[in-house]
Structures are given as C-alpha cells and as structure tokens.
C-alpha cells in the first residue's frame, strides 16, 4: 500500500537521523600551546685576554735566577738579568731580529749578513723553523750565567712577549749567544708592531719576554696551540694560581 510505503519510508529516515555521529564544534588552540617555545641555550664566557698591564704588573719584581747579566748587544755593558717566579722565567730587554731557520723571500742570505739556514730546535717534520712564519723567542745559549734548561725552559716552550701595549704569544724557538740576551723571530717582531728587517729593525728597549716554565706546544711550529697554552697560562700566572 501507499501508506505503508509512506509510513516505512519516514521510519527508516528517523532511524538513520537518530543514528548519524553527532559533529563537534572545533575547539580553538590557545595562544599559549600554539606559540612555539623560546628555546634555552647555555651561557658560556670568554675569560678576557690577559693585558699588557696585568702581565707587567706580575713580573714588576725581580728575583734573580741567572748568576750574573747579560748584554743586550756585543759591547754594552752587562745590565739584564734573568729572573723567575714559581710559574715563569722572564727578562726585560731590546729586541733584535732572529731571521735564522728555513730561507724565505724575508730571511735568507741576501737580506740578513748573519744568516744561518739553521734553528736550535727544528719543527715536526725535522726541518728548521721559519722565522719570518713563526712567531719565537731566543734564549741565551747554556753557560755560567744560566742554563735555561734547568728551569723547566726547552724548545717550544710557551712564550709571552709584551711591547707598549701588546701581548704576543710564541714559543722558544732558538738560541742565542752565551752573554747576550733579547732576540725573537721576524714574525714574533711583526706581530708586536715592530721593525722585523734583521739589518737595522728591532727596538732598542722596552720589551718583556716571560717563558712559562715547565709548558710546551706540541708540534712547535703548531702557533695557534702556542697562542691558545699562552693566553691560558697567562692568566694563571696573573690571577696567581
């Protein structure tokens, strides 16, 4: 029949009303949970480089080391002395130019009348430093005034040198004359903004050489390993510990 037709139809139409999943209204995300997160990132510090005025005010005393003086050039008068602390040899001086070692187009026979193809300490492969590429200091070859070796001081020793107000780090490179005192490689003298031509550069006074005893930079001719052992133990040797 029509009816029951009718009737089943809006039945069946209830049923699936009744039936059908029931929809939601969407609930917005806070401001808070959708923000992304800052995120945290540890703070690290550089400890400040050691100054010229630090290291100066630590070597202002002298206790002599050596046993006698030295010159600072052949006919002057004998007035240096080597002095020590607990941490550190150092002495006050000219600087001369060492262009001795490996020949460049700076340091070789041509431009420096004492040339000598030749370092007292030699770098990792077994050839001499270069003096014009490494920044170094010299030491007064062993005698009766002072042997450097019994003060913790070898080759590649970590060296600070101070001129006006710089701090340049370097490494003991060679050895000087018996009596004479205050040397250091071209490049060690660029650096400082000194005069690096080994025929008339260099300065006259006013330079601070402290050797850090007992340290070494392994290769030597490794400078920014020199650099890095330098400013740390500067500033152990500042703060006294």
Not at 29 to 40: D, E, G, I, V, Y
Not at 210 to 235: C, K, N
Request: glycine share 10%.
């Amino acid at each position: 029949m029509i009816v029951s037709r009718v009737q089943s139809f809006t039945l069946a139409m209830a049923g699936a009303v009744l039936l059908a999943p029931t929809a939601l209204p969407a609930v917005a995300a806070s401001p808070a949970a959708a923000a992304p997160q800052p995120r945290t990132e540890p703070v690290t510090r550089r400890a400040a480089s050691v100054t010229a005025a630090e290291l100066l005010a630590g070597v202002r005393d002298c206790t002599p080391v050596s046993r006698g003086l030295y010159r600072t050039d052949h006919g002057s008068r004998a007035t240096v002395p080597v002095c020590g602390t607990h941490d550190a040899v150092f002495w006050k001086a000219d600087m001369d130019i060492d262009c001795d070692g490996r020949p460049g187009s700076r340091c070789n026979a041509r431009t420096d009348p004492y040339f000598s193809a030749a370092t007292a300490f030699a770098q990792s492969d077994g050839r001499p430093l270069s003096s014009e590429r490494l920044p170094f200091v010299v030491v007064p070859a062993p005698s009766a005034v002072w042997d450097y070796r019994a003060h913790g001081v070898r080759g590649g020793s970590v060296a600070a040198v101070v001129y006006g107000d710089r701090v340049r780090y370097g490494v003991v490179g060679d050895t000087g004359p018996a009596g004479i005192i205050g040397e250091a490689s071209y490049a060690m003298a660029e650096t400082l903004g000194i005069d690096p031509d080994p025929h008339g550069g260099g300065a006259p006074s006013g330079v601070t050489y402290i050797v850090f005893r007992d340290s070494r930079v392994t290769p030597i001719e490794d400078h920014g390993a020199a650099v890095a052992a330098g400013e740390r133990l500067a500033r152990r040797f500042v703060d006294g510990g």
